[in-house]
């Protein structure tokens, strides 16, 4: 690293700390089961494993075996291959259905994840009488937004009468539990459904899910959530919430690749519901019947039931690498890593801010139990040659005009010293930049 380490005094103290908590880090070798970016010499400060996750080592043996498999039984890979390729969402569901807190017949890997909104909205946003409305938090991921405008014009409604778009109050930047329930009693019975993320892209905030399913039942409404950035990143428990359905992608926190196969949750309540709305495909109906070819569809119970087509093979080879560092690290060792990291960011933060006399104002809930790994970071009076520094230093972190800094310390991959080393170079960016 060419930046002075020792041009702030505190500097010191956090390389110190780090190097001790490292060394106490139970699940610190789990950082060798990934590929961490080179840069220089060294390797990069990569805190964007929110968008895209890091390569599991183990990804390559996983997809050179399905492409041995192909080459070796061509289509009889489907039952002879090493994974039968016929069953081959389910290689996921058990690991899926830990990470977020479900029965395994709750889950399913499918298909992506907008594409799994879509197909849940339409079994559970379904608008009747004067029960119309569907809630989405606004500023939500402009695919959520974009999926849940189309839906309701599916059903010929105008969203300015029947999107509700929840807002945080007048100079906050979070919801408060508070209000999200409030506003629900008040739509009341002309609430169908409630749609909001797990945990918010652009503040980090972890939402309150349980509270929130709670109040949409007691109006009567359906309750999902989409999990992008909740999904390997906080705890979660789908089933005991009363969650109704919710969806997820699985190359954020997940590391399963570009364009990974997402995962879809559906609880056990609606197993068996064939009244419900359903986009239906083969790979949906009886399993034991499915090669038979029958023009009529015998829905499969659960989760799997939503399913449409034949599972991503390729797509998902990855993911079974990454879900296997998920098995062996398990979620409760990594959420106690990660309430200590992203602490550790926060406190480092504010030393750096009050060091350099600079406004680092934090968007993310101060509350641990209100957020998880991710930290968003407003540079007041910093501009793009902030992020220019970092980049030239190795930090890979997402930057939003004017200056917002999203980050995430990730805790099956990166260390303290990563947001040690972090800090050092913010520091001097600052300096920089005054
Ligand atoms: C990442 C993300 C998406 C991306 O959608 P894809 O269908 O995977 O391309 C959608 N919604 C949210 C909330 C996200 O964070």
């Excluded at 069953?87 to 830990?98: I, K, Q, S, V």
């Excluded at 980050?407 to 260390?415: H, I, Q, R």
């Amino acid at each position: 690293m060419p930046l002075d380490h020792n041009d702030w005094t505190q500097y010191r103290e956090f390389s110190e700390a780090a190097r001790r908590r490292d060394a106490e880090d139970d699940l610190a070798a789990f950082r060798d089961r990934f590929h961490m970016p080179p840069h220089g010499d060294g390797h990069t400060l990569y805190f964007t494993g929110n968008s895209l996750g890091l390569q599991p080592v183990g990804a390559r043996d996983i997809i050179e075996g399905e492409l041995e498999d192909w080459q070796r039984f061509g289509v009889e890979a489907h039952f002879e291959g090493r994974r039968p390729w016929v069953t081959y969402h389910r290689e996921a569901t058990a690991d899926l259905a830990a990470i977020v807190g479900a029965q395994p017949e709750e889950v399913v890997a499918m298909n992506a994840l907008t594409v799994n909104l879509h197909l849940l909205l339409v079994s559970f946003y379904r608008p009747e009488g004067t029960r119309t409305k569907l809630m989405i938090e606004a500023g939500a991921f402009p695919s959520d937004r974009y999926a849940a405008l189309s839906q309701l014009r599916l059903h010929g409604l105008d969203p300015d009468e029947h999107l509700i778009e929840i807002a945080p109050r007048e100079g906050e930047h979070t919801l408060r539990t508070e209000d999200i329930t409030a506003r629900i009693a008040e739509e009341g019975d002309q609430l169908a459904c409630v749609m909001l993320c797990g945990v918010q892209y652009y503040t980090g905030q972890w939402m309150p899910m349980r509270d929130i399913t709670e109040a949409a039942h007691a109006v009567g409404a359906t309750c999902g959530f989409d999990l992008a950035h909740a999904a390997g990143n906080v705890p979660l428990q789908l089933h005991d919430w009363g969650v109704d359905f919710a969806c997820w992608c699985g190359y954020k926190y997940l590391n399963g690749g570009p364009g990974c196969t997402a995962g879809a949750f559906v609880h056990a309540r609606h197993a068996m519901k064939p009244e419900l709305n359903r986009l239906e495909g083969w790979w949906g109906h009886a399993e034991s019947r499915r090669f038979k070819m029958e023009p009529d569809f015998d829905l499969m119970p659960g989760a799997e039931g939503w399913q449409t087509s034949n599972a991503p093979v390729m797509n998902m080879a990855a993911l079974l690498a990454s879900l296997a560092e998920f098995r062996a690290a398990g979620m409760d060792r990594l959420r106690q890593k990660s309430l200590k990291l992203t602490a550790f960011l926060e406190e480092g933060i504010h030393t750096v801010a009050h060091s350099t006399g600079s406004s680092l104002e934090i968007l993310t809930p101060s509350d641990p139990e209100a957020r998880g790994c991710q930290l968003s970071v407003v540079a007041h009076g910093h501009g793009k040659a902030l992020f220019d520094h970092l980049t030239q230093n190795g930090v890979i972190v997402d930057w939003r005009e004017p200056a917002v800094i999203r980050l995430a310390p990730v805790p099956m991959y990166n260390s303290f010293g990563d947001v040690a080393e972090f800090l050092n170079v913010l520091h001097a960016g600052l300096r920089r930049d005054a």
